[in-house]
Each structure stands twice: as C-alpha cells, then as structure tokens.
C-alpha cells in the first residue's frame, strides 16, 4: 500500500473519494473565473494600510485582539448604510466568508443534524457542511422557463417542512446565477421551521437598485444570519476578511467554536484601514455594475441566454457544449468558469477592455460556430 491508500484508509469515511475546491489560477491575460474585482486597491488606501501594518507590527510581540473589537464596531457602521441599525455586538468575523460559514456549522450543525441549500448555489456550503459531519441536501430552484433559477418562497417552505433541516443557506445574489431573493422568501423560509437560516449576501453591494437585504429583517429573529465579505465589492480578496450580522446571542454561541485569536492583529489593521476608505473602496462598484449589464446585453445579441444579474458575474446559457467553449476561449486568453452547469458559462465583470476581450472573443467562437454549421 502506498502512502496516498495508507492516507486515504485512514481518512474519515464520508471525506473519501472528494474533490477539493478550487478554481483554476491560470497565468492568462484576461482572468475572469473567480468573482474577484478587476481593480486594485487605490494608492491612497494602499498607503492607509501600510501606515496600519507597519504600527500594528510593533506590537505583534503581543496576542491580537480577541474580540476584534474596534474591527466589529467599524463593520457595525457599515452594515448601518443598508438601512437597519446594526449593533457591533450583533457582528462575527473570520478570514473570509467561509471561516465564518465554518464556524456557524461547528456550532449549529455536527452529526445527525442536516443542512439545506437550493442548488445551484455556492459550492462551498455544501463542503463545509460536509466537513463538520452535516448532512447536506440539496434543494432545488427553478430551472425551466422564463424564472429559470429563480427560488420562490411556496417552493422553498415545501423543501423546508419536508427535510426539516438545522440550518438553512440562502444566496442573495445567489451563486453562481447572480438573482437576488425577495424578502418574502427569506420571510416565509424563517418562519416555515425551527432553523438557523443563513442568508449569504457576499455580492450584496452590486444588487441593482431597489434589491432589499435581509439586514433589515434581523430584529426580533434570532435564527436568523447575514453574511457578508470583503473579497468583492471592496476588492480585498487578499485580505481575507469576511463577518455576518445576527442577534448577539449567535455571536455568543460562535465564541465556543472559533480558535483562540482567529484573527491576526494584520488582518484586523489592514480591514480597519480599507472601512476608513469604505466610500473610496466602492468606487468601482459602479463601474462593474455597467460592465455585467454591457455583458448581459452583448451575450444576448449573440443569441445566448444571461440570466439577470445582481452580482458582479453573469451566468449565461445557449452553448452547446460548455466545456468546449471554455477551452476555446482559454486558447483565446480569456478564463471564465465552468460551474458544472451543462449549457452555461459563468464570467465575471471587470474593466471595460476585459470585457471587450471576453465579448470579442466569444463572438469569434459563435461566429466560426455558425459558419461551420451552414
């Protein structure tokens, strides 16, 4: 027996035979496969942080802080701005959104309990929950007709009463498909059982106007979660900072499971610096919104099928073979993801000349498509 069968004999039964996520990193010249903002930080932020780097090294002699307290109190005054007072005590933090996911299903999940989510959706829900001995379901959306993707609450109450799940995760903007859920899902799913409902809103700042969170629903629900990131709209994917906003009991019950000092004094002084700059930060998110429309609008006249999106990624279908659109377009220097979805692609929107470059180059391959088909 070699040494990967003596580690795979030993590995937990149900981890056996899995796949570990992860996108591709190809070196390419347009890379539009992971969701990230095409724009690097601003010179001015950049300075800001170096200044809270270099002041927080002196110290680091020291443990962080572990309440992240001056970090919970800044993202408290942002989650603010979507219209619900949010209290720093009602927020969590982790090294990215996933940490924080961990940390909900360590606490809220574990053997014989089982988690819901309606797929397609973010790929890593049903991982975590795979790793901390949840069972996961997979609920299903809509996939037909004119609301292809959609979830509606009738839908999601039924699958709810049915599996009775612990946990619940609903996407807003969902992942990989870019819709946004009405609050009455939210709603109807909260009150249909007795689950810690989980609504990850990690595009949430790229919502077309009008598109509610369900930050504004979490007085008086206590079984109810937001999490949020900075990965995406404050394109600080490298910072590795993600949070939720919930009643302080769920906080509370999140200490149990996190690791002592979970957050690194750096993390927290380079997110501190990036929300002193919040407005800066969101600068592009204009800016992208513009470039997922213009990607939404070109994909049609090439006859393909966008689904309307409210994140920073289109999901488009109408290919007959996906797979070999990919690769086509990786031959062209162009990288978007192939989210297992057969007929779709998913791109990214980034900078208007990646943007050309992925319309260009899609329409090149639609163009040699056609002609090779008459």
Known sequence: MDARETVESMLRPDLRGRTAYGAP?????????????????????????????EEAARGLNRYPDREFTRLREALAGYLARAGAPIAPEQVWAGNGSNEVLLHLLQAFGGPGRTALGF?????????????????????A???????????TAASAVAQVREHRPDVVFLCSPNNPTGTALGLDVVEAVHDAGEALVVVDEAYAEFARPGTPSALTLLAGRPRLVVTRTMSKA???????????????????????????????TP???????????ADRMLDTVDVV??????????????????????????????LEDSRSTW????????????????????????????????????????????????
């Open 25 to 53: 990193q190809l070196d390419v010249p347009v890379a539009l496969n992971t969701n990230e903002n095409s724009y690097p930080v601003p010179d001015d932020v950049v300075a800001s942080i170096t200044r809270a780097v």
């Open 141 to 151: 959306r809509g996939v037909d007709g004119p609301g292809a993707f959609d979830l």
């Open 234 to 264: 404050f394109a600080l994917a490298g910072g590795r900072l993600g949070y939720l906003a919930a009643d302080p009991a769920v906080a509370d019950a999140l200490r149990l499971v996190r690791m002592p000092y979970h957050l690194s």
């Open 119 to 139: 797929t397609p959706a973010y790929s890593m829900h049903p991982i975590i929950t795979t790793t901390t001995g949840t069972r996961w379901v997979d609920g």
């Open 267 to 277: 993390t927290q002084a380079v997110a501190l610096a990036a929300l002193s700059h």
């Open 327 to 374: 690769q086509d377009l990786l031959d062209r220097g162009v990288l978007v993801r192939d989210v297992g979805i057969p007929h779709y692609l998913r791109v990214t929107a980034g900078t208007p000349e990646e943007t050309t470059a992925f319309l260009d180059a899609l329409s090149a391959l639609v163009t040699s498509t056609a002609g090779a088909a008459s």
């Open 289 to 318: 919104k513009d470039q997922r429309d213009r990607i939404v609008g070109g994909l049609a006249a090439l006859g393909l099928h966008p689904v309307p999106s409210d994140a920073n990624f289109v999901l488009f279908g109408g």
